[in-house]
């Protein structure tokens, strides 16, 4: 005679995994779920295949083993409707679902200290936040130490609300993601995205490349002259590689050659056709670029009017060493 206790499956035999290890979980009609199978029951959600009801939390499983709502499971769990909106959902933190957690946590971050209430130009970005497909991946992103940096910067007026913002910011990546998001709120307004690069490109040239003397000329001339020209094309649709390419060469020459007339101790306004014509036979091709910078000179009497610019050279392939 065997005893009968014995034959009593564990008391921890998980009905879905068969494991027997884990003892923290649910007792559903089907017996025993482990914490693991539960997580992962409570975070289906569609159309349920016996009842056709739509966008049900489906935790249970049919006779055919396919994912049913609560209903038809017969699961009787209080704790899966959350307290506040009444909608099913593992419960994410007091009784409350993940989406109503993440409206909580957007609206404290939203709010300005001493504030009562969200900042205004925040409002769209608290509804696309709390209204997206997954509000659990929402609050994990929202420990990012960046994101909240720039999202309370900004709740407390630290930052603006620019595009300057975020193309300054320390963690790029996030930065952009970010301002995206902004963008698609409508509480940026859209931008070009390589007018954008060429602009964070001409900033930091600006400020970091040694310009030896006229400064104020390259600067104008980069500013005028290029991104003024960009600027505008960009409005009309957006820019291709190919502008932004010629336009940094022709500022990166045009720095090399007002440097260069530096290091022979002359001065832009007195530079000569013999000097011109030295920088240009002695430097690598892309010198010849640098015509542009020269008519916008003499237009703008920064330079001679007598000089004669020299034609762009045709591509020569630098291989061509033969003699
Ligand atoms: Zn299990
Ligand atoms: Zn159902
Ligand atoms: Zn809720």
Same mark, same amino acid.
């Given at each position: ?12 035999l ?5 494991? &027997? ?5 649910? +007792?559903?009609?089907?017996g025993?779920?482990?914490? !693991? ?5 409570t +975070?289906? !959600? ?17 006779? *055919?083993a396919?994912p ?12 899966? =409707? ?7 959902? %593992? ?7 993940? !989406? ?13 200290p001493?504030?009562?209430?969200? =900042? ?12 997206? %497909? ?6 994990i ?5 960046d ?6 910067g900004? =709740? ?30 409508? $509480? ?20 970091? =490349?040694e ?7 390259? &600067?104008?001339f ?11 094309r960009? %409005? ?8 932004? +390419?010629n336009?940094?060469? %022709? ?24 000097? $011109?014509?030295?920088? $240009?036979?002695?430097?690598? &091709?892309?010198?010849s ?9 003499? +237009?703008?009497? *920064? ?21």
């Amino acid at each position: 005679m065997t005893d009968p206790i014995e034959q009593r499956p564990p008391r921890y035999l998980c009905a879905r995994c068969a494991d &027997t290890t884990q003892h923290r979980g649910v +007792r559903w009609p089907e017996g025993f779920v482990c914490r !693991r199978c539960y997580q992962k029951a409570t +975070r289906q !959600r569609g159309l349920c295949p016996d009842c056709n009801r739509p966008n049900r939390l489906l935790p249970g499983l049919s006779d *055919h083993a396919e994912p049913v709502c609560t209903d038809c499971a017969g699961i009787d769990d209080p704790r899966l =409707t959350c307290t506040r909106c009444g909608d099913q959902d %593992e419960p994410h933190r007091r009784g409350l679902c993940a !989406r109503c957690c993440l409206t909580d946590d957007l609206t404290a971050l939203f709010t300005p200290p001493g504030a009562n209430d969200v =900042t205004t130009e925040l409002l769209p970005l608290l509804d696309a936040l709390t209204g997206q %497909e997954n509000p659990r991946s929402a609050i994990i992103w929202l420990r990012n130490p960046d994101v909240l940096d720039l999202l309370t910067g900004i =709740t407390e007026r630290r930052y603006p609300i620019t595009h300057a913002t975020f193309t300054d910011h320390a963690a790029p990546r996030t930065a952009r993601h970010l301002r995206d998001l902004f963008v698609s709120c409508g $509480i940026l307004p859209a931008y070009d995205r390589n007018l954008d690069r060429f602009t964070s490109w001409l900033n930091t040239t600006l400020t970091t =490349t040694e310009i030896t003397q006229n400064s104020d000329v390259i &600067t104008g001339f980069a500013t005028w002259n290029h991104l003024r020209k960009l600027r505008a094309r960009a %409005e009309d649709r957006p820019l291709p590689e190919g502008p932004i +390419r010629n336009a940094k060469q %022709e500022i990166t020459v045009a720095i090399d050659f007002v440097n260069w007339l530096y290091s022979h101790n002359t001065a832009l306004a007195d530079a000569t056709q013999a000097e $011109i014509d030295t920088w $240009i036979a002695t430097g690598p &091709t892309t010198r010849s670029t640098a015509m542009m910078f020269f008519k916008w000179c003499t +237009r703008h009497q *920064h330079m001679r009017p007598d000089l004669n610019l020299p034609r762009r050279r045709p591509r020569q392939r630098d291989c061509c060493t033969d003699r």
